[in-house]
Each structure stands twice: as structure tokens, then as C-alpha cells.
């Protein structure tokens, strides 16, 4: 009989509960958008609200490898940390809050999301968390066993909808002005209306509960703000492509932004989105 493997779900939990206690000891623009002086391994300025966040999670990580799990933890932050991992060690790819502008202004989507891999690319993700702070929303799989909703099991089977041959609502990211204008032509022969949310985790999942018919992204996206999310959309019955590859799922997890992702709900409107230009 095999020994139980180390609760990622419940690490995850505990630092997310963490993380809403520290927002709430931060709520105006002001304390959220204070910087710690430093780029984060990501490449992006660290807010001190990134910074703690980031603590609480591996505080959490610490917890687990003091229990005797050993594994890698790659964070938008710290970069790659060995917590006595090495060859066939699980690999924990970690964003502690993706959608920072969203989270420093008050807006409302903004989320930690954790996943956890058995190999190098996002085919080789075996459990995912996202826990979205504005809606208060818990979004979970694991390989081959479907996702949940705040502990509900996400119905595989919703349709996309569509508006005169168009998906009715599309999300998209990496929403600077410039690449939605190289990109708009192509938004408007596939969606009848868009939607920008601020974060690549929390867009994926709305794709997963087909609150979204769709989404892109604009631009390359790197591993910590998808890895999580695509399993997520995998397992609530979508589909998921990094345009880049030849193999849809071959995007290596690391920090850097190798490619597109594109999702949806049937292969014929993945094909479609992943015609959409991007940088």
C-alpha cells in the first residue's frame, strides 16, 4: 500500500486563507501599491502585496518538506527554489497573485494559483488550484478526475453559444492597446462581444464553467499564470492550445513567455482562436 503524497490541496488552501487576511489588512490602492524596490524573477516590479503573498505560500511549502515531501517550487518571484527535489520530483509552479493590477487597484478578479507537475510541460500537470479573491471562487482538478467549483464538480458537457456564427462572449488578455489593435480585425470575425478580466488563471477558468465561450491571449504567457488553469479547463471538458507548439500542451514550465494560449469548448473554435495574431 502506498504511503498518501503530500496535501497540496490543503497547502493551498491554507495559504490562500493566509493571503485573503493579509489583503484585508491592505485594502485601499495606496497600501497595495507599494513596492518592494525589486523585479521579481518574472521579470515584473514586486508590490509588497506580491511579496507577501508569495511568503505565505512558501510558508506553506516549508511546512510540507518538513513533513518529508521533497519537491521544485518555480514562483513568478523567487524563481526556481529545490526543496530536496532532483530527477522525478514533482514540480510545483506557483503564481501567488496573477492579475497584481487588478489586486493593487481593487478591481475584482485577481488570484493564487498553484499547480503541480510530474514533468516538464503543461501535459505533465497533475493538480491545479486557483483561488480567485474578489468572487471568493475555488477552482480545482486533478488528472483525469474532473474540476470543481468551490467543491462542486464542473459539468463537462456545457456548450459554447454562439451569435451568428460567432462565440457569443470571448475573453481576452495581455491587453495593452497596441495588441488589441494588430489583433482586433481577427477578434471581430470570431466573437461577438469580449471581455478583458486583468488575469490569464481566472479567464481560463471562466472557460472552464463555459462562462466564457473562449479566450486568448494577445501575447506570450508564461508557465505561473497558466499551468494551473489549464488543467482546470482540460478537465471541466475544454480544450487547450500554446499556439506555439506543434504538440498544444508542449509549453515548458518555466518564467519565460514562450507562447499564446488559446481555449475553448469544441476543437473547431480552438482552431479558429488559434489563428488570432499575437505577439
Known amino acids: 500500500m502506498h504511503a498518501p503524497g503530500p496535501d497540496w490541496l490543503g497547502a493551498a488552501r491554507a495559504a490562500a486563507d493566509e493571503l485573503e487576511t493579509i489583503l484585508a489588512a ?60 532532483g530527477e522525478g520530483a514533482p514540480l510545483l509552479v ?29 501535459a505533465d500537470v497533475v493538480f491545479a488550484y486557483v483561488r480567485d479573491f474578489g468572487p471568493r471562487e475555488e477552482w480545482v482538478a486533478r488528472r483525469g478526475e474532473g474540476a470543481l ?5 464542473i459539468d463537462p458537457d456545457v456548450p459554447e453559444r454562439r451569435v451568428r456564427g460567432k462565440l457569443e462572449i470571448l475573453g481576452f488578455e495581455s491587453a495593452d492597446p497596441r495588441w488589441v489593435r494588430l489583433s482586433a ?5 470570431v466573437a461577438s462581444r469580449v471581455r478583458a478580466m486583468g488575469t490569464i ?44 507548439f506543434a504538440d498544444p500542451l508542449a509549453a515548458p514550465l518555466d518564467l519565460v513567455p514562450h507562447s499564446a494560449v488559446v481555449a475553448a469548448r469544441t476543437p473547431e473554435s480552438l482552431r479558429e482562436l488559434a489563428r488570432v495574431p499575437s505577439l
Open 26 to 85: 491592505a485594502p485601499t490602492t495606496v497600501q497595495r501599491a507599494r513596492e518592494t524596490g525589486t523585479r521579481g524573477e518574472g521579470g515584473d516590479l514586486t508590490l509588497e502585496i506580491d511579496a507577501a503573498a508569495e511568503a505565505a505560500v512558501f510558508r506553506q511549502l516549508e511546512r510540507l518538506h518538513r513533513e518529508g515531501a521533497r519537491f521544485t517550487a518555480l514562483s513568478e518571484e523567487r524563481g526556481t527554489v529545490d526543496f530536496g527535489g
Open 94 to 122: 506557483i503564481d501567488p497573485i496573477d492579475g497584481s493590477k487588478n489586486a493593487k487597484r481593487g478591481l475584482t478578479h485577481f488570484a493564487l494559483s498553484i499547480a503541480v507537475a510530474d514533468g516538464p510541460t503543461m
Open 149 to 153: 467549483l468551490n467543491g462542486t464538480p
Open 185 to 189: 480585425d481577427a477578434l471581430a470575425e
Open 201 to 244: 488563471a481566472v479567464s481560463l477558468c471562466q472557460v472552464a464553467a463555459a462562462r466564457l465561450d473562449g479566450m486568448v491571449t494577445l501575447r506570450g504567457c508564461r508557465a505561473v499564470d497558466a499551468a494551473a488553469a489549464q488543467l482546470i479547463v482540460r478537465e471541466a471538458g475544454g480544450l487547450v492550445a500554446f499556439t506555439a
